[in-house]
């Protein structure tokens, strides 16, 4: 029902004005603050096209804990406070699995740029 | 708060201290950078006394939001003087005031050095190929001649004692009990660190904030250690984890030493100065602790908008940054992970 062009797009195309016309313009001490914003701008719009992962990291939550449904984010973080799953190679090898997930998926919204010279740019994405 | 406004008391200050007849102040201008602390750089003009002449001066003073665990301004100046006679390359250190009446708040003078601590043009720029080696060796040096301070010292008995990592672990644990989001990767890199602990080395003066960004480099010279806001006693290794952690490394993350170099040239200069070989576990152990305490600093940076209602994108966004160390605390601690990961990439 809503209007087209999408925000999504709307955002792209805010984001090259920015880069591409804007920056450029500006007195050098400035353009710090305009690339924050082309930042912000990328992250946002990197999470509003990426919702569908936090779902899968609670259901790997729920079918670590061998819960039906979500699992606990809170819960998983004390449990590896106390060393829950040390004494089990294997919960401890899927304990750290999901670790790797979560934190490859938020930097892919949040600083995809950091994964790719990390070498993982693609990480995740198969054979998970 | 504008210093412009407060030259005169500022000018009669700067005389009384240094036994000058009178000061004008031609310039004062805020300094860029320093998100915790302000630099006002200033030129002045001295009649007679310790400074006669022209001088170029930096007042440093508190902004308006902190964080937690930095040192006040007179703490810094007598830590900023410690290191100075003991021949770190620092700012030499001029005068402290804790008098409200002069600028609104305390804050130290000191001189101002020519250079620049920008860190990408440290790391990236070609002209500076041939130096970064020997400026890593140069650093490792620096490191070493501040470790020469140590406890006991009457001039820096407001630091306090050091009683090894689990206390700083416990902090780390109850800021996160804080947070409203959990951040499992940091608990679980927090029990590696429990779990980890090595055995003790006498404590050393730590600058805790050593790294790419915190020198100025004139030219190719090192002119300048800055920002001793956060120096304490502390594990010898403590700067060499912080120094070669990842976030620091400007767009060079495979110079592994500061961005500038591979660590065989800064563990070089550390070594040979300090006489002391450095075990590579427990520089892991303080790497990793480099990892969990830069991630925090970043939340606490966002907190001043989440929490304080500081209206800066600069601090909001800072807080990102953590999930990066997130990354290189499962790659230091999860090698074969990290392989697995790359392999799937």
């Not at chain 1, 001490?29 to 930042?39: C, G, V």
């Not at chain 2, 700067?14 to 320093?34: C, F, K, M, N, Y």
């Not at chain 2, 708040?105 to 190929?129: H, N």
């Not at chain 2, 080696?133 to 406890?151: F, K, N, V």
Request: proline residues 6%; contains cysteine.
């Amino acid at each position: 029902m809503r209007d087209l062009p999408t925000s999504l797009e709307l955002l792209a195309l805010a984001h090259e004005l920015l880069r591409d016309e804007l920056v450029p313009l500006l007195p050098p001490e400035r353009r710090r603050d305009a690339h924050l914003i082309a930042t912000a701008m990328a992250i946002a719009a990197r999470e509003v096209a990426g919702e569908g992962w936090q779902g899968e990291i609670e259901q790997a939550l729920g079918d670590f804990y061998g819960e039906v449904g979500k699992g606990d984010l809170a819960r998983f973080a004390a449990d590896l406070r106390n060393g829950a799953f040390e004494t089990s190679p294997s919960r401890a090898a899927a304990a750290r699995a999901i670790l790797w997930r979560l934190t490859i998926e938020k930097l892919r919204e949040g600083n995809p740029q950091f994964l790719a010279a990390n070498g993982l740019s693609d990480a995740g994405r198969q054979g998970q | 708060m504008g210093l412009g406004d407060r030259q005169v008391a500022l000018a009669q200050f700067l005389a009384e201290a240094s036994d000058a007849e009178q000061v004008e102040i031609a310039r004062i201008a805020l300094l860029p950078g320093g998100a915790i602390q302000e630099n006002w750089g200033i030129d002045a003009n001295f009649e007679g006394g310790r400074l006669a002449g022209q001088q170029r001066l930096v007042l440093r003073t508190d902004a308006l939001t902190g964080v937690p665990s930095s040192l006040g301004r007179l703490e810094e100046f007598a830590v900023l003087r410690a290191a100075f006679s003991a021949g770190v390359t620092v700012p030499q250190p001029l005068f402290a005031c804790d008098d409200a009446a002069v600028v609104g708040k305390p804050f130290l003078v000191m001189r101002r050095v020519a250079g620049s601590a920008a860190g990408r043009p440290i790391t990236l720029d070609p002209s500076l190929e041939a130096v970064r080696s020997a400026l890593a060796e140069r650093l490792g040096r620096e490191l070493a001649r501040l470790q020469t301070i140590r406890p006991p010292r009457a001039d820096l008995a407001f630091l306090s004692p050091y009683d090894g990592p689990a206390g700083q672990i416990a902090e780390f644990r109850a800021y996160l009990d804080r947070h409203p989001n959990p951040r499992p990767v940091l608990e679980w890199a927090l029990r590696w660190a429990e779990t980890h602990r090595p055995d003790p080395l006498p404590p050393v003066l730590c600058h805790r904030d050593f790294r790419t960004g915190n020198y100025l480099l004139d030219g190719i010279k090192l002119s300048a250690i800055l920002d001793w806001e956060f120096a304490g006693w502390g594990d010898p290794d403590e700067d060499i984890g912080w120094f070669c952690c990842k976030g620091w490394r400007f767009g060079r993350l495979d110079r592994e030493a500061g961005g500038i170099a591979d660590r065989r040239h800064f563990y070089r200069g550390y070594e040979a100065a300090s006489g002391r070989q450095l075990d590579p576990e427990r520089v892991k152990f303080w790497e990793v602790y480099a990892n969990i305490r830069w991630a925090v600093i970043s939340m606490q940076q966002s907190d001043r908008y989440l929490i304080g209602g500081a209206r800066s994108l600069s601090t909001a966004i800072t807080g990102r940054r953590a999930t990066e160390c997130e990354l290189e605390l499962l790659s230091l601690l999860d090698p074969d992970g990290a392989a697995k990961q790359a392999a799937h990439a």
